[in-house]
Each structure stands twice: as C-alpha cells, then as structure tokens.
C-alpha cells in the first residue's frame, strides 16, 4: 500500500530513525495528464471520495500497482509523471490520525 513518509520533508531531526515518523496513506486512481487532489475534511478518509472519483475517472480501482509502497518520490502523488494523455488522474489521502495514515504521539504533529 502506499505510504507517504512526512518525516522526509521536516527540518531538523529524522523522525523516522527515533521511531516517531508519521507515514501518510493515500491512493491514486486513472491515468492522465490532469491531476486532481482531494482533500478530506475533518473525520473523513479516502474512501469518502468514492462517487468523485468514479465520476471523474470512471473507475475505483486504485493505481496501487503502479507505485508500489516506498516508490513515491517528493510529491509524485500530487503532481503526477504520468504521460501526457487524456484523462484525469486523481490522488486522495487520509489527514493524520484517519484511516490508514500514522496517529501521531502528540499534538503539535498534527500541523
């Protein structure tokens, strides 16, 4: 499953090597030039998406075997490298602390 490690864009110390890094889930879904990001707001997770996604893509199956877990680079999910085609591609997340996304130890890592 895919992950976002946030831990690889803070400054300062690697939260990842004291075991306190927050890994965010998120899912891609269709191929195209266009890039859409859904942001959920607050309760919410990625499968709130469903019926926009389908809408958009025309299908809810994710893109997960494109960019196995680890494999995505800065913000490949937001901006995409996909070919320059018709369609959308769109990527949805879930907030810290939802779904599948790291519940981080205190408060301050929420922002």
Not at 28 to 34: A, E, F, L, P
Not at 44 to 51: A, K, L, R
Not at 82 to 100: H, K, L, P, T, Y
Request: glycine share 14%.
């Amino acid at each position: 499953m895919p992950f976002c490690d946030v831990s690889k864009y803070e400054e300062g110390v690697e939260r990842s090597e004291t075991g306190h890094g927050i890994k965010i889930f998120y899912r891609r879904y269709g191929h195209g030039s266009t890039k859409v990001l859904l942001i959920i707001g607050l309760a919410g997770t990625h499968d709130s998406w469903g019926p926009q996604i389908k809408g958009l893509t025309g299908s809810l199956e994710p893109n997960d075997e494109d960019s196995p877990a680890g494999d995505v680079t800065d913000v490949d999910c937001i901006i995409g490298n996909a070919n320059a085609e018709d369609g959308i591609e769109v990527c949805c997340f879930d907030n810290r602390g939802m779904g599948q996304s790291s519940v981080p130890t205190k408060k301050t890592e929420y922002t």
